[in-house]
């Protein structure tokens, strides 16, 4: 059963087209990642999916059925810039958030599920990054939603928080939730996403789940080594006229299919390999042979 | 509409206020510093030598404090509200009569000068029934809210607007009107208890007499705070942006401020000038209350008022709710 179903959204800003035709759909059940640098549109396309912002043209159905009010009672909601009533603790904002909705999570549980139990009777002005963001998905959860989505969640944090927040999410997933994130980390995305579309300027340039998306588009492994000198990276390009030998700041990267014939050459024409190795590529590597750039430049 | 999320709205709206001891503090330290003023008005008034006038003339005592007043207007003006006790002129003498320090002071000059009396005529002037003070007092009432309710809402709501709290709530089920009752009634209820707080201040510097009922003065105010704050609630409709909304609410207070008697009468102004004062729910806020504490009025009385002041109130509350959006766009 399809829980989201997103049909040839469109929305510009004036002269500037955010979202050209964006469809995607999401299955009951699924964590569904939309995945993309800053500004290729993600955010327009969640709030519009949250009924936040009004598409120019394109449909939005939830399990099946144009959205109503009534839609609010059953979807969560976790902006990326947001702000809460001023001067409640993050209890009181929870109580105020659950309070708003029929059906709701009891706080002392969300307090619990979330982490919040150190700082729930702090001013919410006054907490860290990470502890906002879990409060803001708390918030997302008090009302048990269908269809929780989650806009940025992790941007800004330290590994640490952004860990955490990870924890959460997959237990949240365990628990038989629909979610939806968007993100413009990779790894993120790998880790907790069952499906991805990376969208890029307002388009989806591939969709599919995290693995066979790279799977099929690089089947190759990555040779990556460090750029000692500036002369390297014109050395290897003439070295293997066949791989693909992309140089991304202080480092020099080589996709290929044949490793072995690689490092021989490398060797032979005594290219320093110190600091080389080898890895399968992820979905930045991905993102990269699709656009040429990298994700966040 | 749900009850249940507007006391839930309205609650939060409370504590923002009340833990803020910036906001809470200037509801306090701004009324007592203007009954402070009002005291001292009230001690100058209050001076223990007869105040007269000297104009166009030569007059010497020294039972009178002398004032020299170049206008006879400006200091029959004066007498009329009770800042001076007497007036010479050349030929007459004013009296104010509802004031028993003037009837006071003419009886001094009449012993004073009885050799020159026979050359002055004696000319009486209505007066006002109440002194100037009296007459300011339920003025510094109604200018003290008048910022609470612009700002307290209009301001508010556009500041929350600005930093996305609205773009919260507008993801939940709340309802527009939901939200802006929320604002209106935490709002109103500060305001009720900045009214009583001012007015049991000034009692303590000075005893009012109050001719009507304290409940009739406690409506007409209520009425006056819901009209203002729905004029916030119109002002903040879209906006999101700080300094704009604050240009508009200054746009808006000046003229109410100037044009309904707060401060000074409009008697003796053009006809269009008190016609505009008539539009102004701050004016029939001030004249009801006036009414109320000088002369008594009953709330049938006050009808005129009343029914300008719920009229204005309504009519901004469901065009604030209609133009209202969450987001800017």
Known sequence: MLALEVKNLIKSYGDVAAVKNISFQIKVGECFGLLGPNGAGKSTTIEIIEQIQKQDSGQVFYFGKPPTEALREQIGVQFQETALLPRLTARECLEVFSGLYSERIPVAELIK????????????????????????????????????????????????????LWDII?????????????????????????????????????????RNLIRSHLPEVIVEMPLSDGTIGDKVRKLLPNENVLILGQRLQISTKKLDQVVRALSDAHIPLDGLHVRQPNLEDLFISLTGKALRS | MSIRRVWILFNSRNKEFYRDPGSLGWIFVFPIVMVIGFGYLFKVGESSTFKVAVVQTQFESSTFEEVVIPSLEEALKKLEFHA??????????????????????????????????????????????????????????????????????????????????????????????????????????????????????????????????????????????????????????????????????????????FL??????????????????????????????????????????????????????????????????????
């Not at chain 2, 505009?276 to 109320?292: D, I, N, Q, S, T």
Request: hydrophobic letters at 45%.
């Open chain 1, 113 to 164: 599920l979330c982490q919040l139990e150190e700082f729930a009777d702090r001013y919410h002005e006054k907490l860290s990054g990470g502890q906002k963001q879990r409060l803001l998905l708390a918030i997302a959860m008090s009302n048990r939603p269908k269809i929780l989505l989650l806009d940025e969640p992790t941007t800004g944090l330290d590994p640490q928080a952004r860990r955490h």
């Open chain 1, 170 to 210: 997959t237990n949240l997933k365990a628990a038989g939730a629909t979610i939806i994130l968007t993100t413009h980390y990779m790894d993120e995305a790998e880790a907790l996403c069952d499906r991805i579309v990376i969208v890029d300027h307002g388009e989806i340039i591939a969709e599919g789940e995290p």
């Open chain 2, 84 to 257: 001076l006790d007497l007036v010479i002129a050349p030929n007459d003498y004013y009296i104010n009569e509802s004031s028993p320090k003037s009837k006071l002071a003419e009886a001094v000059f009449l012993k004073e000068t009885l050799h020159l009396v026979s050359e002055k005529t004696k000319h009486i002037i209505p007066g006002q029934r109440v002194t100037y003070v009296d007459w300011l007092f339920p003025g510094i009432i109604a200018t003290n809210v008048l910022w609470m309710a612009l700002w307290g809402v209009g301001w508010v709501i556009v500041r929350q607007r600005k930093i996305g709290v609205l773009k919260r709530l507008k993801a939940s089920p709340v309802k527009p009107v939901e939200y802006l009752a929320a604002q209106a009634l935490s709002r109103m209820v500060v305001m009720a208890f900045s009214g009583v707080f001012v007015f049991a201040l000034g009692h303590l510097i000075r005893p009012f007499h109050t001719e009507g009922s304290y409940l009739t003065l406690f409506f007409i105010y209520m009425l006056g705070c819901f009209a203002l704050s729905s004029i916030g609630l119109v002002a903040a409709a879209r906006l999101d942006n700080e300094e704009l909304v604050n240009g508009i609410l200054n746009f808006m207070t000046y003229p109410m401020m």
């Open chain 2, 260 to 329: 309904s008697e707060v401060w000074f009468s409009l008697e003796g102004s053009p006809e269009w000038v008190k016609q505009a004062a008539h539009v102004m729910p701050l004016w029939h806020m001030v004249k009801g209350m006036r009414e109320v504490m000088s002369e008594g009025a009953t709330l049938a009385q006050l009808s005129t008022h009343i029914f300008v002041l719920a009229g204005i109130g309504i009519f901004c509350l469901s065009l604030g709710g209609y133009l209202f959006r969450w987001t800017k766009d």
